[in-house]
């Protein structure tokens, strides 16, 4: 079965440090893989896309940038976190079996 | 950009009632899909519910689709404690597009 991991699980970061954030799936045979932030209390907001390898689709322009090395792998990064980027940054893919999404547990971060 | 919005933001009920969530949304769409979060985890995909389909149940769960209306409605049936989660709804334009996501609506069941 299809399984996403992320890590970590939480990070406190402060003002102007980088970022990396690292999400790889496995038991997925489409390639496809979406980072989502999710600000406290509110809905999902897509970042980025990827289809495959170093193919990457920004939705938001912003602090934020993203790469797929691997074909399981998707990192999120910032070379300068601001108070902003503050969030629940969610990884997903769609799943083989049910045609919706599944998403990995995902990283809280904040930055302070 | 956000397409769907669900109403309520928030819901309070009694363990046994109903509880209905709706979601709005803007263009077209292949299909919708309602997804569960519970609080500081990751989504849920809960049932699909395909742009000629009106209506779709799975277990408790009861979802309608109006696309003249561009709205669909969630039910969930005989509700639990366990069913306490945000709940939301998203839309698949059909192709590699991805999903878009509502706000939610917060349910709180309570025994």
């Known amino acids: 079965s299809q399984t996403i991991h992320q890590w970590p699980a939480t990070l406190v970061q402060p003002v102007g440090s980088p970022l990396s954030l690292e999400c790889t799936v496995e038991g997925t045979s489409n390639p496809n893989l979406y980072w989502y932030r999710q600000a406290a209390g509110r809905g999902l907001q897509l970042l980025f896309y990827?289809?495959?390898?170093?193919?990457i689709s920004s939705e938001v322009p912003q602090n934020l940038s993203a790469s797929r090395p691997q074909d399981r792998q998707f990192i999120l990064s910032s070379k300068k976190l601001l108070l902003s980027d503050s969030g629940f940054y969610l990884c997903a893919s769609p799943s083989d079996s049910s045609y919706g999404y599944t998403f990995g547990s995902g990283t809280r971060l904040t930055v302070v | 950009s956000q397409q769907g919005e669900e109403d309520p933001q928030a819901l309070s009920i009694q363990e046994g009632e109903n509880a209905t969530m709706n979601c709005s949304y803007k263009t077209s769409i292949n299909n919708l899909q309602w997804y569960r979060q519970n609080s500081g985890r990751g989504l849920v995909h809960l049932i699909l519910?395909?742009?000629?389909?009106r209506e779709k149940h799975s277990g408790r769960l009861r979802v309608t689709l109006d696309t003249s209306k561009k709205s669909s409605s969630l039910l969930i049936t005989a509700s639990r404690a366990a069913d306490t989660a945000s709940y939301f709804c998203a839309t698949d334009g059909g192709g590699n597009t991805p999903l878009v996501f509502g706000k939610g609506t917060r349910l709180s069941v309570i025994a």
């Open positions: 990827s289809v495959g390898i170093g193919q």
């Open positions: 519910i395909r742009s000629n389909e």
